[in-house]
């Protein structure tokens, strides 16, 4: 691999690029806007006033997405699931492991689950 593209992918990681970019995939193909353009550019400015703590994050799924999919890591429904199955959720959902604070022996409810995804 030649250092300018070697570069160049350390450079999209350092600024999570694919993530962002693959996070805006999904919100259009969710809410297929008539004006994709502008509803990018919302998208971005809601991101960038989430970051401030400003406005709310755009989310792509709601209470009741969040609450079927614990239910499906949570097979047998014992009110709570291990942190390995919240990371295999959170990687389906195309969101970041990277920052994750539960040890191995911490159960996580479905309360926990929606407010941290």
């Known amino acids: 691999m030649a250092a300018g593209e070697q570069q160049g992918r350390d450079y999209?990681?350092?600024h999570r690029l694919p993530q962002l970019l693959h996070r805006l995939g999904a919100l259009l193909l969710y809410h297929r806007?008539?004006?994709?353009?502008e509803f990018l550019i919302q998208a971005l400015e809601r991101v960038k006033a989430g970051k401030r703590a400003e406005g709310e994050y755009p989310y792509l799924m709601d209470e009741a997405n969040l609450a079927a999919m614990f239910e499906l890591l949570d097979v047998v429904g014992q009110g709570h699931i291990t942190p390995a199955?919240?990371?295999e959720g959170l990687k389906t959902l195309g969101l970041?492991?990277?920052?994750?604070?539960?040890?191995?022996?911490?159960?996580?409810?479905?309360?926990?689950f929606k407010e941290e995804v």
């Not at 806007?33 to 353009?37: D, S, Y």
């Open 85 to 87: 199955q919240y990371r």
């Open 33 to 37: 806007p008539e004006r994709p353009r």
């Open 96 to 112: 970041s492991t990277e920052d994750l604070q539960f040890g191995d022996d911490v159960n996580i409810t479905l309360d926990v």
């Open 12 to 14: 999209l990681q350092r």
